[in-house]
């Protein structure tokens, strides 16, 4: 629980709404990091919440992800690739804080 904390604190100590100058963003823009980090918090109710394997949880926030660009199309959007890159981001980084090894 303290590890996920820390990851959320990390993900808002990036983003814009935090504070003013970010020098992070012109690498990864706040709508990326959000991305990523709704995509974290997803991945730990499917895999924690409903204990979801990690091959599920993946094919959870890849298809997630697809729903939510075609969305987007409907809505007179663009297809974007980058927020699917983001998504799938979070789903390894939340995957990289809990590894499990298992031998």
């Known amino acids: ?11 808002l100590l990036l983003s814009k709404q935090v504070f003013a100058i970010n020098p992070i963003d012109k690498i990864a ?5 959000l991305h990523c980090m ?5 991945t730990d ?4 919440g409903w204990e979801w394997d ?4 993946a094919l959870g926030i890849y298809g997630l992800s697809l729903v939510k660009e075609q969305l ?3 809505m ?16 390894g980084f939340y995957n ?8």
């Not at 823009?29 to 990091?33: E, G, I, L, V």
């Not at 109710?45 to 924690?48: H, K, S």
């Not at 990690?54 to 949880?57: D, K, L, P, V």
């Open 72 to 74: 987007d199309v409907i």
């Open 29 to 33: 823009p706040n709508d990326k990091q």
């Open 54 to 57: 990690w091959w599920r949880s």
């Open 38 to 42: 709704a995509s974290y918090i997803i």
């Open 45 to 48: 109710v499917l895999q924690d």
């Open 1 to 11: 629980m303290i590890k996920h904390l820390l990851c959320l604190l990390l993900f």
């Open 76 to 91: 007179g959007g663009k297809w974007d690739n980058t927020d699917i890159y983001a998504n799938m981001c979070g789903y």
């Open 96 to 103: 990289i804080v809990n590894i499990k090894l298992e031998f």
